[in-house]
């Protein structure tokens, strides 16, 4: 569905995205995680067609089309993060006419448009000015956007950047719908916690590299670190790694340093440490 | 097509819903119609016309002194008021409220009654340095009331005749020495006064002056007429070509912002998205521009027959004018709103273009202001063929191979002004 090799892009001198290589099939959602400026966006412009890559190739759909071509955008829907929705249109006419430059008839559009609304639950704005919208709307017809025309391939720009829990689990729940429906989706987030529910497999990124990918469970094993018991006393915790957590915590007991303990509690590596762990601490600009 | 029109009724969508977008689209070139089909009709001598306000002190109270004053006061594009003296008359200039101060000295009407010897009539005309364009006029129509003045003179045998014999017997005071100087003048003053004692001459009112007038030529001025003319000639119809060049730049230039807008505001990134030709996004905003000038063309029309009494010669050509015309300012419009990539820079750009062709065009200025290179130079703006074919249809009485120049290159500007638009087009200049 989605086939991305070796794909390279420099601004200048400085590297944005260097010899990225990865695939989506049918029916899963691929996350790609990153710091700020890592890389990300400029990956997912290339896998649209919006930027050209330096090296590397990207294949869209079962024919295997190369974006910018007018085959490969039909085989491929977006919702980028900053919403490109007209707000002085109604909900309505923002899809109509954005299934009319696709090539369908007035007739078809409206079609298309009333059943990609009711796929986001905003049937009944549908003659709503964008304007009037709250921000989780907003969101789910830029995502009604992306859907609008069928497309093999979704691509979804954080998603549920500033909406509201409602809306991010609505638009959560249109994802799961468009994996059961086996639509490839790479889907773009801050969020690990979202990320680890949703995501299939995960690939995360950084100065443009490409650190990791693989399923959550592979991640977590391969660089979450070990397991950790926290120990709470009244001068504060310690903490003890470990790759034996019932047997050192029988033995932590036993002993002395178990004696002083208020509190026991078993840390697990999850994706935001294996993230942190990848991607260093160190806070990063644009 | 069908992803163009569907663009161009997105365009058309959102500005029907923006309204002050729809105010300075559709209204404002309406009132740009009005008020430069105002000043222009003022300019071109119709409907009131312009006037220059000048501060007036007689110092010599005279009958010609006054005489001078009235005439003036009845002068066409003047406004007169009168002062006390001459330091009122400056004071006015000095606070705006006239352009000049025309001072008649004590003595005027003295020397204006020997107009062939001695010193001769004087008056003193202060300028503000700021109105000299003004002040210009203002000498051509005091130079024209005294030399009216000069003329009736001549008309009337009887003060002619008194004038010369005035002159002769002044010269009869003059040394002796002088006389064989003066004896050529002694000669004229003669034969004047005796020209205006013969036959030749007549004091009957009927025909006053005779044969002898003074009279140099006789302009009698008259206006083009428009063919086909049925009703009054309105002043604005002589102005509209240049209101209606206004309307189409106005209403183009909104849109020249638009695809910056877009930019801005990330919506070009889905139309980006879509599998169909970078240039149906341009195309789409032409299509919608060119609507729009038609619909702003329209009603600046209707305005201007219900109201202002305008009435073109020939519909046919002036759709055909309005076409074309609206089809070069869309070019022109398309051309401005790719080459910038904010609004400022696109909104400078754009105001900067459109007043360079607007005053190279004879929008602004009248072309016979313009230096001549500027005149030659006029021919690349489109303002100017507008103004061109409108005036062919409204009152030139242009045939359609007359037509054919100016209307043939307002679409060549436009057909030419789109392609080169598309070529330099990029949804994103950042892109490699």
């Known amino acids: ?286 | 097509m069908r992803s163009i029109w569907a663009l161009a009724i997105k365009d058309l969508r959102m500005m029907s819903r923006d309204r002050m977008g729809l105010f300075f689209t559709l209204a404002f070139p309406i009132i740009y119609a009005v008020l430069f089909g105002s000043i222009m009709s003022g300019a071109t001598g119709g409907g009131g016309g312009a006037r220059v306000t000048i501060a007036a002190a007689d110092l010599d109270g005279t009958e010609p002194s006054k005489e001078l004053l009235a005439a003036l006061e009845g002068a066409k594009g003047l406004s007169l008021i009168r002062a006390a003296d001459a330091d009122e008359a400056r004071a006015l200039v000095r606070t705006r409220k006239a352009a000049g101060a025309l001072i008649v000295p004590a003595g005027y009407g003295e020397a204006a009654g020997r107009p062939f010897w001695g010193e001769p009539a004087r008056l003193e005309l202060a300028l503000d340095p700021s109105r000299q364009a003004e002040g210009g006029m203002v000498q051509g129509i005091i130079t024209e009331q005294a030399f009216k003045r000069f003329q009736t003179l001549f008309s009337e045998p009887g003060a002619m005749r008194k004038v010369a014999r005035d002159a002769l017997a002044s010269l009869d005071t003059a040394p002796a020495d002088d006389q064989a100087r003066l004896a050529p003048l002694r000669a004229f003053l003669g034969a004047l006064d005796g020209l205006f004692t013969s036959d030749v001459t007549s004091d009957d009112p009927a025909n006053p002056g005779g044969t002898a007038r003074f009279e140099p030529v006789r302009i009698d001025v008259r206006e083009i007429e428009a063919k086909q003319r049925t009703g009054p000639r309105s002043a604005f119809e002589i102005s509209f070509p240049q209101a209606v060049a206004w309307a189409m730049m106005s209403a183009s230039f909104g849109f020249a912002l638009s695809l910056v807008s877009e930019r801005m505001r990330g919506t070009l990134t889905r139309l980006e998205l879509a599998p169909m030709p970078r240039r149906n996004v341009l195309l789409g905003k032409a299509l919608a521009c060119l609507i729009v000038n038609l619909v702003v063309v329209s009603l600046v029309l209707a305005v201007g027959v219900l109201f202002l009494g305008v009435r073109p010669t020939s519909l046919p050509l002036l759709g055909a004018a309005i076409v074309s015309g609206a089809i070069g300012f869309v070019g022109v419009m398309l051309l401005i709103s790719v080459c910038g990539r904010t609004q400022a820079s696109v909104s400078g750009i754009g105001w900067g273009v459109m007043l360079v062709l607007a005053m190279m065009g004879g929008a602004m200025v009248p072309a016979v202001f313009m230096p001549g290179w500027m005149r030659s130079a006029g021919a690349i703006s489109p303002i100017r063929w507008a103004i061109e074919a409108m005036e062919g249809a409204f009152w030139r009485g242009y045939s359609p191979a007359q037509m054919l120049t100016p209307c043939l290159v307002l679409v060549g500007i436009g057909v030419g002004g789109t392609l080169l638009g598309i070529r330099v087009f990029r949804f994103d200049a950042g892109k490699a």
């Open chain 1, 1 to 286: 569905m989605l086939a991305v090799q070796e794909l390279s892009k420099s601004f200048g001198a400085r590297a944005a995205v260097n010899g990225v290589s990865f695939e989506v099939g049918p029916g899963e959602v691929f996350g790609l995680l990153g710091p700020n400026g890592a890389g990300k966006t400029t990956i997912a412009k290339m896998c649209v067609g919006l930027l050209r890559p330096d090296r590397g190739s990207v294949r869209v759909g079962a024919g295997g089309f190369t974006p910018p071509a007018n085959e490969a955008k039909r085989c491929i829907g977006v919702a980028p993060q900053d919403l490109a929705i007209y707000d002085e249109l109604s909900a309505e006419e923002n899809l109509r006419l954005f299934a009319a430059l696709y090539g369908h008839t007035p007739k078809e559009s409206a079609a298309r448009a009333r059943e990609a609304l009711g796929a986001v639950g905003l049937a009944d704005r549908a003659r709503g000015l964008v304007k009037t919208f709250s921000g989780g709307m907003k969101r789910r017809l830029n995502f009604a956007a992306a859907i609008l025309n069928d497309p093999e391939v979704v691509l979804l720009d954080e998603p549920t950047a500033g909406v509201d829990p409602q809306s991010r689990a609505g638009i959560l729940d249109l994802v799961r719908g468009l994996k059961q429906r086996g639509k490839a989706v790479v889907y773009t987030t801050h969020y690990m916690e979202e990320a680890q529910r949703l995501c299939d497999r995960v690939g995360i990124i950084d100065q443009g590299r490409l650190l990791a990918l693989g399923t959550v469970p592979e991640l977590i094993a391969a660089h979450g670190g070990p397991e950790t018991i926290v120990l709470g006393r009244d001068d504060g915790e310690e903490r003890i790694e470990t790759t034996d957590p019932l047997n050192d915590l029988a033995r932590l007991l036993a002993g002395e340093r178990g004696r002083g303990a208020r509190t026991i509690r078993l840390e697990r590596a999850d994706l935001e440490s294996v993230f942190l762990r990848l991607t260093g601490r160190a806070l990063r600009d644009e």
